[in-house]
């Protein structure tokens, strides 16, 4: 497996969580100030889930707030949009601001939410920008050809691709491109979201996507890496043929989703090291280290 999986793994479990609440996992990840910062899904004993931030100086021992962050009650006027939780969150910086697109959960079914912070303290909720049903969105870090892009999971009848679209100021979206689709009969065959936000390196945008397949009544999330052209970002440069991390582990193989791997947060520091924070079963955190120089090699193939 071209990612190394941390020993002490899972670095955050429930026990450690200081309320009620059935699982903590799926974090997005950032640096803030001197720390590492997860912003976890964390589901409450109804079922619902808000967002938890958990704290670190090294990026392996986490300590939690007192409270989630933000609740499906913070929603005010987009509540409806969010009655039934909200998970998955993905951090982007742009400017002075952190942007955080997840997905809304109701009766409407998933859709992507985006809020603003400027100090995970006081989070300001912009509402959905997408119809449902979608989720797996991501912000790129910077405007391209002086536009916002973000990409995306729009799910239609039995089609699960990645789309990617522009906008000129983060809510009105357009210019919608197929970006992924799916490779037939390999691991990725049923559907593909995108996991991690692109990041830049020299030899195109980064980033990690997970694929699912199923088996009988059963189905297996791995995850894979894939480079975009820097100033074309609909382009695909390569992906890798083989996922980069897949669940082998007991930890990965049981909990409240088996046979699980899932992103939605990594930290790429200066020298191309990449933290990886991942779930194992939808019911912990993990993390997985490798390079940016072995996952660019890797698709690039
Ligand atoms: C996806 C999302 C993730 C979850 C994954 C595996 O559709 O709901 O939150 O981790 O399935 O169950």
């Known amino acids: 497996m071209l990612m190394e999986k941390y020993q002490g793994n899972p670095i955050v479990t429930i026990e450690q969580v200081p309320f009620r609440a059935n699982s903590i996992f799926n974090p997005g990840a950032t640096r803030y100030g001197?720390?590492?910062l997860l912003l976890c899904r964390v589901e409450m004993p109804n079922g619902r889930?808000?967002?938890?931030i958990e704290r670190?100086?090294?990026g392996i021992n986490f300590v939690p707030d007192s409270r989630?962050?933000?609740?499906?009650?913070?929603?005010?006027e987009f509540f409806k949009y969010a009655e039934w939780g909200i998970e998955d969150p993905r951090i982007v910086k742009l400017g002075v601001s952190y942007y955080i697109t997840y997905t809304g959960y109701s009766k409407y079914m998933p859709l992507v939410m985006l809020a603003e912070t400027k100090d995970f303290i006081k989070f300001n909720v912009l509402g959905p920008i997408s119809e449902p049903s979608n989720k797996d969105c991501a912000l790129f870090p910077e405007k391209i050809n002086g536009l916002y892009w973000k990409m995306d999971r729009p799910s239609a009848d039995k089609s699960h691709n990645i789309w990617i679209s522009s906008s000129p100021d983060l809510i009105h979206w357009g210019q919608y491109k197929i970006l992924m689709e799916p490779t037939t009969g390999t691991w990725e065959n049923d559907k593909i979201g995108g996991s991690t936000p692109p990041v830049k390196t020299k030899d195109g945008w980064l980033l990690c996507y997970h694929g699912v397949r199923g088996f009988g009544i059963s189905t297996l999330y791995k995850i894979g890496a894939v480079l975009l052209d820097l100033h074309e970002p609909w382009k695909v440069i390569g992906k890798t043929a083989?996922?980069?991390?897949?669940?082998?582990?007991?930890y990965e193989r049981t909990g409240?989703?088996?046979n699980v791997v899932f992103a939605?947060?990594?930290i790429v520091e200066d020298d191309g090291t990449v933290r990886l924070y991942y779930s194992g079963a939808d019911t912990n955190i993990c993390?997985?280290?490798?390079?940016?120089?072995?996952?660019i090699k890797a698709c690039k193939g």
């Open 34 to 36: 001197n720390e590492y």
């Open 49 to 52: 889930s808000s967002f938890l």
């Open 56 to 58: 670190s100086k090294d």
């Open 68 to 76: 989630p962050c933000l609740t499906p009650e913070d929603h005010g």
């Open 242 to 250: 083989e996922p980069v991390l897949m669940p082998e582990k007991d």
């Open 256 to 258: 409240d989703v088996n």
């Open 264 to 266: 939605n947060g990594w």
């Open 287 to 295: 993390l997985a280290t490798t390079t940016t120089e072995e996952l």
